[in-house]
T-cell receptor
């Protein structure tokens, strides 16, 4: 069946470095993608989204890149801070009448001081 | 503007007891969702309500029932709790199905003993 997955379960980075979190998706019909951040004891928080008519979208310190050819999504965090330590999820869907998000299992980002 | 509010935040039940998890959103969203989150399993959809007056099963509906009380409120009921239902439960809402990102509540941590 269709699924969304993450390549690595954990990622450790030095404070101040840039972080790159990768996600592979298998549903070639998906046209909407989202990154969520979940801090310990809290609910997932929307970070940034991108639709399939775009390859790149930038937010504050975050950039999402979409490569539809290889069905790959990445989240780049610039100048990683201790507050960025969390679990990050990618999610995808094919928009339409019966659309629902499918979530990946998540990757833990740990920022070393 | 509170977003998505869940109650209670913590609950311990004995096997066989029943309870209702409450969820309310104040964003005038049409669609609402209930997820459970278990270690290593990611977010799994229990039930959802695409619009007021409709509910549908998700990936793991067994042992649960839902009620879309009105546009704001979507409750999840465990009729006879089992230890396998020990989990963290998240409610989410969005404007329209999977066509937009979800806003999550802060979760209910449920333990069934």
């Amino acid at each position: 069946g269709e699924s969304v997955g993450l390549h690595l379960p954990t990622l450790s980075v030095q404070e101040g470095d840039n972080s790159i979190i990768n996600c592979a998706y298998s549903n070639s019909a998906s046209d909407y993608f989202i990154w969520y951040k979940q801090e310990s004891g809290k609910g997932p928080q929307f970070i940034i989204d991108i639709r399939s008519n775009m390859d790149k979208r930038q937010g504050q310190r975050v950039t999402v890149l979409l490569n539809k050819t290889v069905k790959h999504l990445s989240l780049q965090i610039a100048a990683t801070q201790p507050g960025d330590s969390a679990v990050y999820f990618c999610a995808e869907t094919r928009t339409g009448a019966n659309s629902k998000l499918t979530f990946g299992k998540g990757i833990t980002l740990s920022v070393r001081p | 503007n509170a977003g998505v509010t869940q109650n209670p935040k913590f609950q311990v039940l004995k096997t066989g007891q029943s309870m209702t998890l409450q969820c309310a959103q104040d964003m005038n969203h049409n669609s609402m969702y209930w997820y459970r989150q278990d270690p290593g399993m990611g977010l799994r959809l229990i039930y959802y309500s695409a619009s007021e007056g409709t509910t549908d099963k998700g990936e793991v509906p067994n042992g649960y029932n839902v009620s879309r009380l009105n546009k704001r409120e979507f409750s999840l009921r465990l009729e006879s709790a089992a230890p396998s239902q020990t989990s963290v439960y998240f409610c989410a809402s969005n404007r329209d199905r999977g066509n937009y990102g979800y806003t999550f509540g802060s979760g209910t941590r449920l333990t069934v003993v």
